[in-house]
Structures are given as structure tokens and as C-alpha cells.
């Protein structure tokens, strides 16, 4: 069984930074891509940010470029995402996503609200 545990979320005003960390209980084999997703009510879950494990080649959304980055250490078992800048219009649920084949491995979930 695998399980992936987030942290790092919380309240924070705009303007200001937060990370957040995914690391996953146990080995996890093929490991393609790691990224960030999130969810705001009414909207569809969209992704934030991702990272190949091989090359380590990045993708952001447009409205997060240059205020986000993505990262991983050298064991990539641990994916990070440092939000900086922050704005009302980031607050939202993130998860975390391990891209394997065959399978794509999800974390619970943590809210990330920016106040004005």
C-alpha cells in the first residue's frame, strides 16, 4: 500500500510564501513525473506544476509562472512546491501526484487559503 502525506498548507496573506511537501510511505516503482494539482470550489482540478524524473524537466500553469517552483531531492521521494507572491485567486485544495505506469498515486489533500 501506498500512501502519499502532504504538508505545509495553511493561512497566509497576500504577498506572502508557502511550501508544501508530498513524500510517500514506501518505495514507489517507475516513477515517470511528480506534480502539483489544485482544486478551488466550483472549478475543475487543474495542474499547478510538474516535474520528470528523469531529465527533471519543469511545467507550470500560466498563472503561476514565476511565483511557483517545483522541486524534488535526489532520493525523488519527496516533491515540493515553494509559492511565492501569493494571491487570493491561488487559495484552493492541492494535491500531490506521482505518475507511474501503470498507475497514478494521489495525496490527501491540503488547503492553501490566501486572504486579501
Known amino acids: 500500500q501506498v500512501q502519499l502525506v502532504e504538508s505545509g498548507g495553511g493561512l497566509v496573506q497576500a504577498g506572502g510564501s508557502l511550501r508544501l511537501s508530498c513524500a510517500a510511505s514506501?518505495?514507489?516503482?517507475?516513477?515517470?513525473?511528480m506534480g502539483w494539482y489544485r482544486q478551488a470550489p466550483g472549478n475543475q482540478r487543474e495542474l499547478v506544476a510538474a516535474?520528470?524524473?528523469?531529465?527533471?524537466?519543469?511545467n507550470y500553469a500560466d498563472s503561476v509562472k514565476g511565483r511557483f517552483t517545483i522541486s524534488r531531492d535526489n532520493a525523488k521521494t519527496t516533491v515540493y512546491l515553494q509559492m511565492n507572491s501569493l494571491k487570493p485567486e491561488d487559495t484552493a485544495v492541492y494535491y500531490c501526484?506521482?505518475?507511474?505506469?501503470?498507475?497514478?498515486?494521489w495525496g490527501q489533500g491540503t488547503q492553501v487559503t490566501v486572504s486579501s
Open positions: 501526484n506521482y505518475n507511474t505506469i501503470p498507475f497514478n498515486y
Open positions: 514506501g518505495s514507489i516503482w517507475g516513477i515517470r513525473a
Open positions: 516535474i520528470t524524473t528523469g531529465a527533471g524537466s519543469t
